[in-house]
Structure formats: C-alpha cells, structure tokens
C-alpha cells in the first residue's frame, strides 16, 4: 500500500516536470517564431523584449538550470544587437552560441562573430574564424570570400607599416618636388604633365 502510494506520486511528479519542461519548449520556439516577423518589420527592440520576457518567465529559468545556456536564444539576441549596432553584446551573444552542438547554428554563429571582428580591423582573428566555417562546411562561398578579403587586408595592412613602403613613399614625396616645367622640349606652346 506505502509503496503504491510512493510510486503514485512518484509518476505525478515525473509528469507534472515532463509537463512543465514540454511547455517550456513551446514556449520557446514560439519566442523564435515570433521574432522572424519583428525582425523582418525591423521592430528589433520588441523582438528583444520578446526574447527578454521569455527568459524571465519561470519555465524558461527551470529549462536553464536543467540544460547550459540555449544557443538559439543567445544565436537570435546576437542577431538582434548586431541589427542594433551594439557589436560588443553580439560578439558576446555568438560567443555563446558558438558552443552549439547543432553544426548548422555554429557555423553561422562563428561567421557573424568573424564579420564584428572584421569591422574592428583584426584581420588575423577575422580570417581565423573564417576557415573555422570552412573546417564545418567547405562549400561556404561567402566565407572562403571573406577569408580571402581578410588575407588581402592583413597583407596591405602589413605592407602598409614596412620599411620598404616607407621608403617608397618617400622617394614618390621626393619626386614631387623636382621642378619638372610646363613646357615639352620640342613644342612651342605649354602643356601640362600629369
């Protein structure tokens, strides 16, 4: 009888945290749902405080401490900040998703970071992000596009700063000031040399 009982309750409290855990998920890919329309309409604030009411609600905080942190959820909010122009939560957000099991999200999230990455110059890290796509998907074109884009901007960025570059720049700097005339050496009338 005490052990009936026991496994009654037992099953209640295992269904009940099913139930709740299920709604949990609805809820969420509701949320997702939800901020395909606010992004397309550019209302990325409401969508952020979509997200933001989600992870506040209770179901949502027990599927967090069950599981690590959700990298679509964290994938959509650095998509919303980099809308936003607030690189530096969206580099955090990617960072988080980047840590994904799914190989699809992570790579999209990698290319994102590598794009905030390259609009504050680091070329070397951009391009290292870059062939990280790659390694999961090869046949990423705007990646290996990237990539070489990164390559060509360290390569200027490195000749830009060498003693050869410098040197040359000076001999053009010198070059303009030889009086070089206005006149041809067979013609009688003034030309202009460019």
């Not at 690189?87 to 969206?90: E, F, G, L, V, Y």
């Not at 040359?168 to 010198?174: G, H, K, Q, S, T």
């Given at each position: 009888m005490f052990g009936k009982r026991i496994t009654k309750l037992f099953l209640l409290a295992l269904s009940s945290?099913?139930?709740?855990?299920g709604y949990g998920y609805y809820k969420k890919s509701k949320t997702i749902e939800g901020l395909e329309g606010k992004i397309k309409m550019g209302r990325y604030h409401d969508a952020l405080s979509i997200i933001q009411q989600l992870e506040s609600s209770a179901a949502y905080r027990i599927l967090k401490k069950t599981e690590k942190e959700d990298p679509v959820?964290?994938?959509n909010k650095g998509v919303l900040y980099a809308l936003m122009e607030n690189?530096?939560?969206?580099a955090a957000e990617y960072r988080k998703a980047m840590e994904a099991d799914d190989p699809v999200l992570k790579a999209r999230a990698i290319y994102n970071n590598a794009n905030i990455i390259a609009t504050d110059m680091d070329f070397s890290t951009a391009a290292l992000q870059y062939a990280e796509v790659l390694k999961i998907d090869a046949n990423d074109f705007q990646a290996k596009k990237n990539l070489e884009r990164m390559r060509l901007g360290e390569q200027?960025?490195?000749t830009m700063f060498s003693p050869e570059q410098q040197e040359?720049?000076?001999?053009?700097?010198?070059l303009k000031l030889i009086p070089w005339g206005t006149k041809?050496?067979?013609s009688g009338e003034q030309k202009i040399r460019w």
């Open positions: 945290s099913l139930l709740f855990y959820i964290s994938y690189r530096k939560n969206a200027q960025f490195n040359r720049e000076d001999r053009i700097e010198a041809y050496k067979y």
